[in-house]
């Protein structure tokens, strides 16, 4: 049974149709991609999964239990956690306080208080300004962060929506290298990502999204291989 299932999901902003009855799963202990250009659906995709907007039709299901429009704070404490496009880091609160606000779901605080060390040790850039506020930080700093933040409510599945974006291209490696040790430590990736060729180097499987419609499934490799893709997303 797949971890996250979703079936003939559909999503309208208005008359206009952003998803048009789209399918896909991701199993325990993968990373799946979603790739596609602007305007594709992926977005949509990840905000409709994670009860962020309404559905029109289709369900999802997670760990075998209908969550379809259920609200995204009880999501979060079945066991997924999202990154959004853009980061969204609290701006007026510091590091530490945006960490917090991540384990607002967890009770345990020696828990919390291993998993702050354990996010310092993966970023130690937020150790060293764990009381600057976010909104000061750069641009990488605030991706890291906001990755940081999400693995604090201990999620079986992560949700990345364009991690690597706006980022220079020495980030985006160690964006990445974050991506596989989160893998590594046993959490399953759910990815939307502009660079079609690193995301696609380290995904089990990958969907390409076109018009709100899935055009093309197989596994990383196999689309990294393919003419289309490497046409269309891999300047090939």
């Known amino acids: 049974m797949a971890l996250l299932e979703v079936k003939q999901l559909q999503v309208h902003y208005g008359v206009i149709k952003a998803l048009d009855g789209i ?17 594709a659906g992926k977005t949509t995709t990840m ?18 239990k209908d969550i379809t429009n259920m609200p995204c704070h009880k999501i979060v404490n079945l066991g997924i956690a999202q990154v959004p496009e853009g980061r969204r880091v609290f701006q007026e609160l510091s590091v530490y306080d945006n960490l917090i606000m991540g384990a607002y ?24 300004r764990k009381n600057q506020m976010a909104g000061t930080l750069s641009g990488g700093e605030q991706q890291m962060l906001a990755m940081g933040r999400a693995m604090m409510s201990n999620p079986e599945l992560l949700m990345l929506d364009e991690p690597s974006m706006g980022l220079s291209p020495l980030l985006v490696d160690q964006v990445f ?60």
């Open 105 to 128: 779901s967890q009770k345990d605080k020696t828990k919390i208080k291993q998993n702050i060390t354990e996010i310092y040790e993966w970023f130690p850039r937020l150790e060293e």
């Open 47 to 64: 905000q409709s999964v994670n009860g962020l907007i309404p559905t029109s039709g289709g369900t999802v299901t997670y760990n075998g």
């Open 177 to 236: 290298d974050i991506i596989k040790t989160f893998h590594k430590r046993g959490t399953t990736i759910l990815l939307v990502e502009q660079n079609a060729g690193k995301s696609l180097a380290i995904s089990d499987r990958a969907y390409v999204l076109e018009n709100g419609k899935i055009a093309l499934s197989g596994t990383g490799t196999e689309l990294m291989q393919s003419e289309e893709v490497k046409k269309a997303y891999l300047g090939g």
């Open 23 to 39: 399918s896909f799963e991701v199993n325990k202990g993968e990373i799946v991609t979603l790739i596609g250009a602007n305007g």
